[in-house]
């Protein structure tokens, strides 16, 4: 496997820095090399931060920002206006964009963009799984499906395993995750075939 380069853009409190973690965790524990980092501007809910995870098969020996990424994650559609999101995108990869809107509607948005779109409702879907507003699970289902660095199966329980940890005391958020994450899934999968 090549190494794939990721770069989340979201705003302050919407989970971008976490999934980016998240995801670094999940690809080490079956054995990748890995990076999952942030970069903040002013430190502030609300205020646009970028995200960026590394996964290879090889060491990682670079250790900076990631300006041609295979593939960009937007949590925060309102992002579209302000941030060149695609800046560096590959052609071959795909932006993924937290949006009830359709893949050809977001293309006006990014006119100079050629490659793949894919959109799901995260915001829906964490409101329906977890009755809030954490649109981070359903995005990095989104991009692991994207991605296929690894099968969803084997995602899948390295998230309840995770979850289990993170909210021992909650199961209540380990179900409503799980269930983010599968949504996610099935409205990605279904909506690329």
Not at 149 to 164: A, H
Request: aromatic content about 8%; glycine content about 8%; hydrophobic content about 40%.
């Amino acid at each position: 496997m090549k190494t794939i380069e990721i770069r989340w853009h979201g705003r302050g409190g919407q989970g971008a820095k976490t999934a980016a973690l998240l995801l670094a965790d999940v690809a080490f524990k079956f054995g990748k090399q890995v990076q999952g980092f942030p970069e903040y501007g002013p430190e502030r809910s609300g205020a646009p931060i970028t995200a960026y995870n590394r996964i290879s098969d090889q060491e990682i020996r670079v250790h900076s920002n990631i300006y041609y990424p295979d593939y960009v994650a937007v949590v925060d559609e309102t992002l579209l206006e302000s941030v060149d999101v695609c800046a560096g995108l590959k052609e071959d990869g795909a932006l993924i964009v937290n949006t009830p809107k359709a893949p050809d509607d977001i293309r006006p948005l990014v006119p100079d963009y050629k490659g793949r779109i894919i959109t799901l409702d995260a915001r829906r879907i964490s409101e329906e799984a977890l009755g809030r507003n954490f649109p981070n699970s359903p995005m990095l289902a989104a991009v692991v499906y994207a991605t296929a660095f690894m099968q969803k199966d084997e995602f899948m329980k390295e998230m309840r395993t995770s979850y289990e940890h993170k909210f021992a005391k909650k199961p209540e958020v380990i179900d409503g995750n799980m269930k983010a994450l599968e949504m996610a899934f099935a409205e990605v999968g279904g909506a690329d075939a």
